[in-house]
Each structure stands twice: as structure tokens, then as C-alpha cells.
């Protein structure tokens, strides 16, 4: 009897074996791609995954959802590649410390792969393109390009306010002014909104009060002021581009400070409409950012990460992340798409086209990540009170002194 049970038992275990084996092969299971990008306000990064799954047979990729402060997912980014995890295949990289991850050796070259596919770095968005370069390689390829733009409510401001502001010719104090004198219509609680916690986005908006780092006590000053008078929210010194876009989507203030994926987050998350909006040039120009996508160089599935690096860089994924999100395009083709155009209208508004010609750079330096560091803390103690203005400025240059000298092409003009 014991000899029947056991032969019985092995069966059963030979059969579930089989049977496991034979539902392997069929339903063929997909390789995991694990894709760390940060947080996204619009459907954009989930549907170009999607797309991307839906695509092909062999790679399932999955978004590792990261943080959306830059300056913290690189530590965490650090920590994981500097011990050689694998944990992530893809990583997608702000513009200023994509160098920074090449140098230190944790992405892999991408020149074989572009060249095996035809792709030239003519395809793609320029300036993203030289801030994925290093050693004469290029490591990562964008996943979006970025600029500082002012958003505008259209339906409160007056057709001449709405015209000077998208020609770019004003200044910070006539936004200081129109957002205390249209504070409070249309049910708006707040004029002006905009970055000032202490992260790199401060970094960002202080390049643009500061006119490029050409007036660091002027900068200082109109940061200062529209807290002063009242055109910001009190508690200013907190906001990050998440509350931000939170407080002009939901139609509480009159102007915002943003990314162009706003334009997306209205559309797909806004109790205003896009209509109500218009974008206008920052004042003194609007700093460069952007994303870009690199291969972990430990993945062990480099085939699998170039396949999703290779699908959301190009023009399907572009478009996509366009058409969905409201990003700008970083592959080139797609910003003559006609689908594109149509459907994301922040690209043929008068506002973003003056918007593109004034863009504006943030230092470059071997150590970056330190060099923002000390101009986050000198600016941010100035704005909250702590520091003399002569003595925040010094200590902005002293930062600035450890970075790359300003190259100003436009000195003369
Ligand atoms: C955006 C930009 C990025 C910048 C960051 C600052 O994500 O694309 O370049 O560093 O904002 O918060």
C-alpha cells in the first residue's frame, strides 16, 4: 500500500511538474525591465510604459515611481549604483548630473546602440543631448526636455497685460504688481506662485530672478519683495513644482512658475481649463532642465533597457510623452508632427515660441550637487529671513566661484 501511495505522490509531482514547465512555455514569461523615473503629475510616463508592454513579446517594463525632488532621488540613485545593485535597468537622470553618473561610471556608453540603429544626435533636442555627453560618448538620450515658462490666467489678466507678458518684454515687478492687484479674482487665493523651498528647483528659479547669476543682490531683492508684499503665498518657502502646478490647476492663483508639463497636468487633472491659460517667456529667460535615459551599467538585461530606452526616447515614446503630458518633445521629428501639433498646443502658442529663444543655463561644475548645495542654503536663508542681503550675496558668489566661469553670448546686447 505505502509503495502505491508513493508512486502515486511522485506522479502527481512528476504531472504538476510538467504541467509547470508546459505553463511556462506558453505563457512565456516577459522580462522584467525596472525603470526608476520620478513622479508624474500627468499620464504620460505610465502610458508610454504602457505602449511600450503592449509593443512587444520579450520585456515587461515597470516604473520603479521615485521621487520627484531631484536633488534627493540622485542620493538615492547614488546609494544603489555606487554598491553595483542591478535593482534598476533604466534610470532616467536630471540634465545636471547625468555627466556626474557617466564620469563615475554607473551608465553605460549608448554610441554602439545609436549606431547599430541609425539614430544620429542630430535626432535629438539639443541641449540634452550635450548634457548626456561625456568623454566624447553619449550616455543617456532625453526623455524630456525642460524650460521655465510663466503661466498665466488669460481670463483675468487684460488683453494688453496678456500681450506684454508673452512678448517677454517686463519685469519681475510687473508680475509683483499684477499678481497683487488681480489676487483674489476669479476666485484665486494666491498672485503669484512659484519654487523657493530649499532643492534644485530653487537653483532654477534663482537663475531667472538673478538674470543668469548677472545680479545676485537684484534676484535676492525681487524674490524677497513678492513675498513682502504679499503676492506669494506665506508659506512660499515650502513649494516645490508639485504645489505649484497644485495651486494653478486647481485655479488658486493667477500666475505660476512651471515646467511645460503643467500644460499636461491642466488637461488631465485641472478644475481650470487650458483655456483659461496663456504662457509667457520668463522676464530674464527661463533656465534649461530636462530628464535623459541611461542603462544601468550592471543591469543584467542591457538588451531589455536599451529596447525601452530606445522606444520612450524615440518618436512613438516622444510622442506619447507629448501628445499625453504636455512635454516637450526631445526627439525632433516629433515637433513637426501634425498629430502632435494639433493636439499639444502649448508648441505653436506665440508665448512658448519666445519662451524657447531666451532659455538661460545654471552653473556647470565638476561637483555640481555641492555647488547647489551652497547656492540653495545662501538664497533660501535670505528669503526666510535669516541672512543680511550683502551677506547672502557673498556667499552665492563664493558658490558660484567653485563652478565652471559664465560664458554670456549675449553680453553686448
Ligand atoms: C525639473 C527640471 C530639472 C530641474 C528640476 C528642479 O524637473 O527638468 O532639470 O533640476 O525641475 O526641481
Known sequence: MKRIVAVALSLVMAISLVAGIGADVFAAEKTVINFAAQGDSTPATQA????????????????????????????QLINSLKAGSDEYDVISMDVVWAGEFAAAGYIAALDGFMRDNDLSIRDYNQGSMSAGKYDGKQFALPFFPD?????????IVSEDELAMLESGEYTWADVLDLAVQYKGEAETVDGFVYQSKQYEGLVCNFNEFSDN???IAGGLEAMKNLQDAGAAPENILVYTEGETANSF????????RNWPYQWGAIASEGEITQDQVAIAPLPMGGTVGGWLLGVNANSSNQDGALALI???TGPEGQKIMSMEGGYLPGFNAVLEDEEVIESNLLLSMPGFLNALETTISRPVAEDYAAVSDELQQAVHGYLAGDTELEDAVAAVEEALAKAEPFEYADEEE
Open 147 to 155: 524650460l521655465g515658462v510663466l503661466y498665466v490666467r488669460k481670463d
Open 249 to 256: 490647476i486647481k485655479g488658486d492663483s493667477v500666475f505660476a
Open 48 to 75: 508610454v510604459i504602457d505602449a511600450f508592454n503592449a509593443s512587444q513579446e520579450e520585456y515587461e517594463a515597470v516604473w520603479v515611481d521615485m521621487t520627484n525632488d531631484s536633488g534627493a532621488m540622485r542620493t
Open 213 to 215: 547669476w548677472r545680479d
Open 310 to 312: 530606445s522606444f520612450i
